[in-house]
């Protein structure tokens, strides 16, 4: 199995608050990824980066902002956590253009 | 980013019966995989396959690069096929994968 650790697993919030989700990889892939996904929408990308401190936005990047300082960590930041942004959110990591291996999810709940 | 259709969206089948699943891409792809996502919401790589045929166990795939089109096969389905299958494809000119809607499959016994 790919190394990709995400955390928290589970969160609850309310409405307003920031929420910053964790992806650590120990594979040392250049690429990573943060998609979210929602009923009916199949796996949407939000943001990714393409080395450190290298990103980029997705299709669904408003409302949310990323950071990756080493190799091995690339942070998902809701500076303002909105109803909408409830989903489930999967980090995933590639070594450019190659297979894509997803992390086990991170379930948000914003009430 | 490219455009990717999946069908059927659901099906349903008895324990022991063959299927096969389809996904359309709008565009030339240079990687294409298929995933399964388990009853558990984990996303499980199945094949890796821009093009040609490769085959698992009881699953196999064929990846038509030409007329953008990829199959999943599915003989011999067992209760724990049941979940959601996802293809994806990334074309020359994206940067990650673009994911279809799945293809949402039961297996009853």
């Known amino acids: 199995d790919a190394g990709i650790t995400q955390s928290p697993r589970h969160k609850v919030t309310e409405t307003g608050t920031p929420v910053t989700l964790r992806c650590h990889q120990t594979e040392n892939h250049r690429y990573m990824y943060w998609y979210r996904q929602d009923p009916g929408h199949g796996l949407r990308l939000i943001h990714y980066s393409y080395g450190v401190k290298d990103t980029d936005k997705g299709e669904v990047s408003d409302g949310y902002s990323v950071s990756r300082s080493k190799t091995e960590d690339f942070l998902l930041t809701l500076e303002s956590a909105t109803s909408s942004q409830t989903s489930v959110y999967f980090c995933?990591?590639?070594?450019?253009?190659?297979?894509?291996?997803f992390g086990e999810g991170s379930r948000l709940t914003v009430l | 980013g490219i455009q990717v259709e999946q069908s059927p969206p659901d099906l349903i089948l008895q324990e022991g019966a063959n299927s096969t699943l389809r996904c359309n891409f709008s565009?030339?792809?240079?990687?294409l995989q298929w995933f399964h996502q388990n009853p558990w919401g984990q996303l499980i790589n199945l094949f890796y396959?821009?093009?040609g045929t490769k085959q698992n166990g009881r699953l196999s795939a064929t990846t038509v690069a030409t007329e953008r089109y990829s199959l999943l096969y599915i003989s011999s389905s067992q209760t724990t096929d049941s979940g959601v299958y996802f293809c994806a494809g990334l074309s020359n000119s994206g940067y990650a994968l673009n994911f279809g809607k799945g293809t949402s499959l039961l297996v009853t016994p």
């Open positions: 995933a990591i590639s070594q450019g253009g190659g297979e894509l291996f």
């Open positions: 565009d030339s792809v240079n990687n």
């Open positions: 396959i821009p093009s």
